[in-house]
């Protein structure tokens, strides 16, 4: 868990480098330890650790700088492949990380990328 603060921290203060370097940091230290593990309980031991240190804000804001580079670069496609795999798979385990998310921006993300980029348009549930 100390990569993930660690992680979790170069996110807060905003001073990472290149998106690629910083996605790969997220991928390695936060993505990768979920999917090395078949233990439910310590997965959902590490979702609520991650919402307990305010990752879903920050991941969010991650996204959101994601957005801004674009999904026609490498960084940008990559960056948000990894960020959203986060999001799905430890919300799925963790009740703290899934509301984490909910109060963030980034389902209001993921429903207008629906709307855009869907076969049909989503059904606002928020509202």
């Given at each position: 868990?100390?990569?993930?603060?660690?992680?979790?921290?170069?996110?807060?203060?905003?001073?990472?480098?290149?998106?690629?370097?910083?996605?790969?940091?997220?991928?390695?230290?936060?993505?990768?330890?979920l999917?090395?593990?078949?233990?439910?309980k310590?997965?959902?031991?590490?979702?609520?650790?991650l919402?307990?240190?305010?990752?879903?804000?920050?991941?969010?804001?991650?996204?959101?700088?994601?957005?801004?580079?674009?999904?026609?670069?490498r960084?940008?496609?990559?960056?948000?492949?990894?960020?959203?795999?986060?999001?799905?798979?430890?919300?799925?385990?963790?009740?703290?990380?899934?509301?984490?998310?909910?109060?963030?921006?980034?389902?209001?993300?993921?429903?207008?990328?629906?709307?855009?980029?869907?076969?049909?348009?989503?059904?606002?549930?928020?509202?």
């Amino acid at each position: 868990m100390v990569r993930m603060n660690n992680t979790i921290s170069i996110l807060k203060e905003g001073s990472f480098g290149d998106m690629l370097s910083i996605t790969g940091k997220v991928a390695k230290d936060i993505l990768e330890p979920l999917m090395e593990i078949d233990d439910r309980k310590l997965q959902q031991k590490y979702g609520d650790h991650l919402s307990e240190i305010g990752a879903p804000h920050h991941l969010t804001k991650l996204l959101l700088r994601l957005m801004d580079v674009g999904m026609e670069t490498r960084d940008g496609w990559v960056g948000m492949y990894v960020v959203r795999s986060v999001f799905w798979n430890y919300s799925f385990v963790s009740l703290k990380m899934a509301r984490g998310l909910g109060r963030s921006e980034a389902l209001m993300i993921m429903l207008n990328d629906l709307d855009t980029c869907g076969t049909s348009s989503s059904q606002n549930e928020v509202t």
